[in-house]
């Protein structure tokens, strides 16, 4: 879908991620007296639009999920339908995935306080509860089960709060869509060993789940792995829980207590609800000496890896909004001119009757735009209408005709008003292109990406060392500059741009193409065989004709003598 693409109320500013079954996006909600507010929309592929077990669990997720009202789960605002496809929008929280989170840890070699990995299991076993308790208007409990837990539908914010995300494949009374008996819903590395196995489960799927969660979050590895899908899913089926010392022996006791009890392949032995693992979490929480606070090293974690792909998405918010600032500034230089021309500009505009003297102003101002500014005015005032004074003496008929004589003559008789010049208004007073307010910063920052990332940016010559997604600060002006982007492999682009306000820079790189490759192809030499003699036709051929003669009148012998004697021979 384009970028700026308006859907429903929602303005679609730039691509968060995407998954299966839709395409999230950042949006802004716009409403009435400039109201605005970014949220996250959710749009299905629309090659699933037509498939009605895709649209049925989208509304299942919207219609249900959207009644579970919690800090720690994201929040379902509105479900709309445009063209036959539908959205749904959501709370945007500014952070990531605990995925992407522990991708960037692993490159690292880092790994996470036993304290914040705890708050995390914390925040997500308070949103699963609040999940499994919901029950619709009438009371009647739901029977909620995620069936998806699992780090890419856990959101960590740059605040350090933990969020549950995506109700897509839940399971839960009343749904409209529904799951065909031993089909899988789900990601093989963290299914419990039930729901692996095709049997029923219940809200203890997803405790199992979140203990694997806990597990990869204190190791960085996963707890199931294999090289297929089917060695993953023969290793969840008849799962036994390793011994986690040997991946990190400084866990105290009450946290490993926490994961054999979530880990449990046996149900009787595994937590009965999320309350009760979550007064373990807190338990071990507390047994963790640590002088800082837990969600404050969350925050810190996610800040140092994300803080950066934020600003870039906080960038894109305030691209609209960039594209109308000159315009206002250009109307603020309008506010700035004298009272006096002002008021002759008006006075100006509503006669009929020229008594003005408009100066075209440059083409090179700010107000270009706009209507024409006099830069010097000359006023001329009207006489009054000898009317008036026959109306009055309409209108009074008791004072007679020698009154409105008087009053005539008194009007005819008034000097002429003199002229008013208003004063003219200096250049200076109109802030000229490329000046900066008072109120404006002298630097701007533009911030630049491409697909795909990791192209150089070169701006007036000058190539930077980082790569895009990257950042840089202009000084504030109308003069254009010239940037550039490569990337190995891809054409690169070129621009002039205007650094009149902070930008936000998205480019598509094109790939270079491929050059045709060069086949050596044999040559074939054939001799081309001697023809046959042709055999004699029988019959007689045609006579030779003779060459065409060409006629060059008669000859001096051959003419007639018209004078009756014969020529003389020559020299005769």
């Known amino acids: 879908m384009p970028r700026d693409r308006l859907i429903g109320r929602y303005e679609l500013l730039h691509r968060l991620g995407h998954g299966g079954m ?66 749904m929008v959501m709370e945007f929280v500014e952070g990531d ?226 594209d109308r600032a000159p315009e206002r500034r250009r109307h603020s230089s309008m506010l700035e001119l004298g009272d006096e021309a002002r008021a002759a500009t008006s006075s100006a505009a509503r006669s009929r009757t020229p008594t003005a003297v408009l100066a075209k102003s440059s083409s090179s101002s700010p107000l270009r735009d706009f209507p024409e500014v006099p830069t010097q005015v000359t006023a001329t005032t009207t006489p009054p209408r000898a009317g008036r004074s026959w109306t009055l003496l309409i209108g009074l008929p008791l004072v007679g005709a020698a009154l409105g004589t008087a009053i005539v003559t008194y009007a005819q008789r008034q000097p002429e008003r003199p002229r008013i010049e208003a004063a003219a208004v200096e250049p200076e007073a109109i802030p000229a292109a490329g000046t900066t307010a008072a109120d404006e910063p002298e630097f701007v920052k533009w911030v630049f990406n491409t697909e795909p990332q990791g192209a150089t940016v070169t701006i007036d010559g000058r190539r930077f060392e980082r790569v895009t997604p990257m950042s840089v600060e202009m000084p504030r002006g109308s003069e254009p500059v010239s940037v550039r982007l490569e990337r190995a492999g891809f054409e690169p682009y070129e621009a002039e741009l205007a650094p009149v306000g902070p930008q936000n820079h998205a480019h598509r790189l094109v790939p270079v193409p491929a050059p045709r490759p060069i086949t050596n192809t044999p040559i074939r030499f054939t001799t081309k065989k001697p023809s046959k003699p042709k055999t004699p036709s029988t019959e007689a051929a045609p006579p030779p004709t003779a060459p065409p003669t060409v006629d060059d009148g008669p000859k001096l012998a051959e003419m007639p003598d018209l004078t009756g004697t014969k020529p003389r021979p020559p020299g005769g």
């Open 22 to 87: 839709a395409t999230v996006y950042l949006g802004r909600a716009i409403g009435t007296a400039g109201f605005e507010k970014l949220v996250a929309v959710k749009v299905i592929h629309p090659h699933l639009a037509n498939e009605p077990e895709f649209v049925e669990m989208f509304l299942d997720e919207a219609r249900i999920a959207a009644r579970i009202r919690h800090p720690h789960v994201v929040e379902i605002l509105d479900l709309g339908r445009e063209d036959d496809v539908f959205f």
């Open 97 to 322: 995935t605990l995925a992407t989170l522990l991708r960037e840890l692993r490159k690292t070699g880092e790994l996470l306080p036993v304290a914040a990995v705890l708050q995390i299991v914390a925040d997500a076993c308070e949103g699963l509860a609040s999940a499994h308790d919901l029950v619709d208007p009438d009371g009647v409990p739901y029977h909620l089960v995620h069936r998806d837990v699992s780090p890419h539908n856990l959101l960590a914010g740059l605040d350090g709060w933990v969020r549950v995300v995506d109700f897509g494949i839940m399971k839960a009374a009343g749904k409209r869509s529904t799951t065909l008996t031993g089909q899988l819903r789900g990601k093989l590395p963290y299914m419990s060993p039930e729901q692996a196995r095709g049997q029923a489960i219940d809200r203890r799927t997803d405790l199992f789940a979140l203990g694997a969660v806990m597990w990869e979050l204190l190791t960085n590895e996963r707890l199931v792995a294999g090289e297929t899908e089917s060695e993953i899913l023969a290793h969840v089926s008849h799962f036994t829980l390793p011994d986690i010392q040997q991946h990190r022996a400084d866990l105290p006791a009450p946290v490993r207590r926490v994961l054999e009890r979530a880990l449990a392949a046996d149900l009787e032995r595994r937590y009965v609800d999320a309350h009760e693992m979550l007064r373990d979490v807190r338990l071990a929480l507390r047994a963790c000496e640590s002088s800082e606070d837990p969600r404050g090293q969350i925050a810190a974690v996610m800040k140092r890896h994300f803080e950066a792909r934020i600003e870039y998405v906080r960038a894109s918010a305030r691209t609209r909004g960039i």
